[in-house]
Nanobody
Framework: QVQLVESGGGSVQAGGSLSLSCAAS????????MGWFRQAPGKEREGVAA????????YYADSVKGRFIISKDNAKNTLYLQMHSLKPEDTAMYYC?????????????????????WGQGTQVTVSS
């Protein structure tokens, strides 16, 4: 079983950048498909970006496409999310998640039910 710990959140002005990290322990990130999700107050958790076990396949929500980049370093057991051109609507708690890849994940890589393991979250606040 993998344990996930996010870091790198903070406050930034609109147009700025932040980088999030998710450190995995207990198992290798190379065994998992992984993703980043966010949840704003009063809203449902939504998928932001996802990456395949090898890192060769990436998926993005339309709202972040062209601004966010997901990557993973399996040697360091770490998942990353680079966020650029941040907007106030990007403000949310950001979570990383992992799952043992199966056919269902490839059908819905940005859906929360596709994941079994979750971190505790890191807050991102973008001010206008």
């Amino acid at each position: 079983q993998v344990q996930l710990v996010e870091s790198g959140g903070g406050s930034v002005q609109a147009g700025g950048s932040l980088s999030l990290s998710c450190a995995a322990s207990g198992s290798s990130t190379g065994s998992y498909c992984m993703g980043w999700f966010r949840q704003a107050p009063g809203k449902e958790r939504e998928g932001v970006a996802a990456i395949s076990r090898s890192g060769g396949g990436t998926y993005y929500a339309d709202s972040v496409k062209g601004r966010f980049i997901i990557s993973k370093d399996n040697a360091k057991n770490t998942l990353y999310l680079q966020m650029h051109s941040l907007k106030p609507e990007d403000t949310a708690m950001y979570y990383c998640a992992a799952t043992l890849c199966g056919g269902g994940w490839y059908l819905r890589p940005l859906a929360p039910p596709s994941y079994n393991y979750w971190g505790q979250g890191t807050q991102v606040t973008v001010s206008s």
